[in-house]
């Protein structure tokens, strides 16, 4: 029996920020630990990155990270990871918390913009584009 697989990627796509976001423009993630929060290392993976990964390498990346997997067991752990549904970037941190929008070119490739950058302006203004917004934090 073949597993179906979930995706999380969009394609021509931008992730405007949170209606109760609380930056007015995007902050940089910082640790509160030892330990890299999800949200930094979405930022530095996508930051050094710009559209390298779809959501869907971006997500898995920071999942093995996180478990601290070997390279050797990313095949079978994507294909489990990826069994369930996994919440988008729409529930990013980036885009809930820290005043991110995220890019998704055709390919489905990701890049982010703080909202108080032209770039996020223009994809605003792009009727070509999808747009959605990312999920509030608060259920009001």
């Given at each position: ?48 990155h710009p559209y390298q990964f779809t959501s869907d390498d971006l997500l898995f990346d920071v999942y093995a990270r996180k478990m601290e997997l070997l390279e050797s067991e990313y095949e079978e752990a994507r294909n489990v990871f990826f069994s369930k ?56």
């Amino acid at each position: 029996m073949k597993t179906t697989l979930h995706t999380t990627n969009y394609i021509s796509t931008f992730i405007e920020v949170s209606e109760d976001c609380p930056s007015q423009f995007g902050e940089v993630p910082v640790s509160k630990g030892d330990k890299k929060t999800v949200a930094e290392m979405q930022f530095e993976i996508i930051s050094k990155h710009p559209y390298q990964f779809t959501s869907d390498d971006l997500l898995f990346d920071v999942y093995a990270r996180k478990m601290e997997l070997l390279e050797s067991e990313y095949e079978e752990a994507r294909n489990v990871f990826f069994s369930k549904g996994q919440p988008c970037l729409r529930a990013s941190p980036l885009t809930k918390r820290f005043g991110f929008g995220v890019h998704l070119n055709k390919e489905g490739k990701i890049a982010i913009f703080g909202r108080e950058t032209n770039e996020y302006q223009h994809f605003l203004n792009d009727a070509n584009l999808k747009k959605v917004k990312a999920m509030k934090s608060s259920k009001k």
